[in-house]
């Protein structure tokens, strides 16, 4: 089997040659019994005691070190290390912390340090495949100071080797476009994991769970397409832990685990209400222990994963307070400022708002610049916007019934319909062209009026607004006899509030208004104006049209035909004219289309 890494130039690494030096390596004689895993770390109370339980894989063989006063150091012989090394979220009663690391080649060291001395016993599990380490409830003596300790457990001194570069932060390398060539026949898949780790230089940890056997060929893929094409087929999966790839069954990665975080350097409380939601860790999976100061976490192994990772870079010691300009681009910086006195209260009624950049200026520390930076990337996005397309028609009443629409009941076109919020009109989404196609035959057919098309763009949540009308002056007068001219406004207006949902619909609240003048002004008399409105709100596909109608309008226009002179004399006149009052009926009717605009570079 081969595996290459290859960037403008194919460079070849032979896997054959990797697992012949690995073989010219391994101990001579197969009596030698393969080295169990450590596989975790638990802390629990039983039996009036505090049991510190030590799980492996197969039996286990032990020493205990005398190595700082207060420290239970176990030394797990024959043993590697298959969990993430460091200290473990483990503290009660008189157990302060619990560190594990893998101490030699094959030596897996736990500490467990004491607050208090006390005697303690150890023994083996039945099938001795775990160390039980018995630790009195009660405290006895006086606290031993705490001891700084590194985050790693300290290594003994090592032979002098070739200098190797440091495992490179797992993200870094899913995200490496650096490209690979495959080819392998028969191969055991923690090989090739492990192969893959080699040419990736990441830290990778395979569950006992991990095996079978895989052939496959690729050329020029990156890491992460080879690791997804070499665990997918295979019901496996992967998990990004602090620098390091956790790899186990899928089924294993989605099932729930409980974990507990010690907090040093804030408040449980703070750290569950600040900054879990950041990471999306909802509220319902989390117990906070105020008596240890820690929480209680129930929640997949990639989630666990998160919540250390954001703990090791938020909890800690308190820091020098740091300011920071931060433009917004689309949230207006008030409003922005409103959401985050619910993140955090105490920098928020600090902070500045620059109205003229549409920025802000805090004080916070870094872990609350962590939060900050959350929130900013989360809302501070563009909005989606609406192309709103309307054609307002004025029809009379008997065209109307000769469409086949019976607004107020059924329809023969093949529709959803709606009743709107008075009822004189009507709301139907059209998923037939039929009624738009008579519409736009009635408006060549000179049959209706064309009153507007317009096309207005509007932000996602924002309104739309036309009107189509006539503005009407008239004279009135005030009690001290001063003149002053008011203006109605009369005619057909629209106005639109679009929101579009994440699965590509567009809710419209509508309201159209059509007013018209019922008497004319007179001197110092206002004209009348009748109105008829509606409010309606549907959800439709992008594009999708939507029809309202049933907004009449009654006109009566009135002519006079005389003859001249002999019309107008007093009482005589009306044998020489005639008068006759036309009464007219006729409906306005809009159809909205709602088109989502892409946003820009999609």
Not at 274 to 284: G, R, S
Not at 573 to 590: A, C, H, P, R, Y
């Amino acid at each position: 089997m081969m595996i290459v890494p290859s960037r403008d130039s194919a460079r070849s690494i032979s896997a054959g040659l990797m697992l012949m030096l690995a073989f010219a390596a391994w101990p001579v004689g197969q009596a030698r019994a393969a080295p169990v895993k450590v596989t975790g770390v638990a802390l629990k109370e039983a039996a009036n005691e505090l049991q510190v339980s030590i799980v492996a894989t197969g039996p286990v063989r032990y020493q205990t070190r005398d190595v700082q006063p207060g420290w239970i150091v176990v030394d797990v012989e024959s043993a590697q290390l298959g969990m993430p090394s460091g200290q473990l979220p483990l503290a009660r009663g008189l157990v302060r912390r619990v560190r594990v690391g893998q101490f030699m080649t094959n030596v897996v060291r736990v500490v467990v340090e004491l607050s208090h001395p006390a005697s303690w016993r150890l023994s083996t599990s039945p099938d001795s495949a775990a160390i039980l380490v018995g630790i009195p409830i009660q405290a006895k003596g006086r606290p031993i100071p705490a001891v700084a300790v590194p985050a790693q457990l300290p290594l003994p001194p090592a032979a002098p080797s070739a200098t190797q570069p440091a495992p490179a932060a797992a993200a870094g390398a899913l995200s490496d476009q650096t490209l690979i060539n495959l080819d392998l026949r028969n191969a055991e898949i923690s090989d090739v994991i492990s192969a893959l780790a080699k040419t990736a230089n990441i830290n990778v940890v395979t569950d006992s769970d991990v095996r079978g056997r895989v052939t496959i060929r690729l050329i020029n893929v990156t890491f992460e397409d080879a690791l997804r094409l070499v665990l997918e087929p295979n019901g496996l999966g992967y998990a990004t832990v602090g620098p390091n790839l956790l790899i186990m069954r899928k089924d294993k990665l989605a099932r729930p685990v409980l974990r507990q975080y010690q907090v040093a350097n804030m408040s449980a409380d703070v750290f569950q209400t600040t900054y879990l939601p950041v990471i999306q860790i909802k509220k319902d999976q989390v117990v906070v222990d105020t008596a240890t100061n820690s929480i209680l976490v129930v929640g997949t192994v990639e989630e666990q994963g998160k919540i250390a990772d954001l703990l090791s870079r938020v909890d800690l010691p308190i820091e020098k307070a740091t300011t920071r300009v931060v433009h917004l681009n689309y949230v207006d910086a008030a409003a922005f400022i409103d959401l985050l006195s619910t993140r955090l209260p105490d920098s928020a009624k600090a902070a500045k708002v620059d109205k003229a950049s549409n920025s802000i200026v805090l004080t916070a520390s870094a872990a609350q610049l962590e939060v900050l930076d959350a929130m900013v990337k989360q809302i501070d996005t563009p909005l989606p916007q609406v192309l709103v397309e309307a054609m307002v028609l004025e029809v009379p009443t008997q065209v109307t019934h000769n469409l086949g629409v019976a607004w107020q009941t059924s329809t023969p076109f093949t529709m959803n319909f709606t009743g709107g919020s008075y009822p004189c009109c009507a709301v139907v989404t059209i998923t037939s062209p039929a009624l738009l196609t008579s519409l736009n035959t009635l408006v060549q057919e000179n049959k209706s009026r064309l009153l507007a098309n317009p096309r207005l763009a509007v932000r996602d949540g924002e309104t739309a607004k036309m009107n189509i009308g006539d503005k009407i002056p008239f004279q009135v007068v005030n009690a001290q006899g001063v003149p002053s001219v008011v203006i109605i406004e009369a005619g057909v207006q629209l106005e639109v509030t679009p929101r579009v949902t994440s699965d590509g619909f567009v809710t419209l609240k509508m309201h159209p208004e059509v007013s018209t003048i019922k008497t004319p002004p007179g001197p110092n008399v206002p004209p009348t104006i009748a109105t008829r409105e509606a409010d309606s709100s549907l959800t439709v596909r992008d594009g999708t049209p939507i029809v309202l109608a049933g907004l009449i309008q009654k006109n009566e226009i009135n002519s006079t035909v005389k003859v001249p002179l002999l019309g107008d004399i007093p009482i005589l006149g009306f044998l020489f004219k005639s008068v006759s009052t036309d009464n007219t009926q006729n409906e306005v009717i809009f159809v909205i289309t709602p088109h989502i605009l892409q946003k820009a570079g999609s």
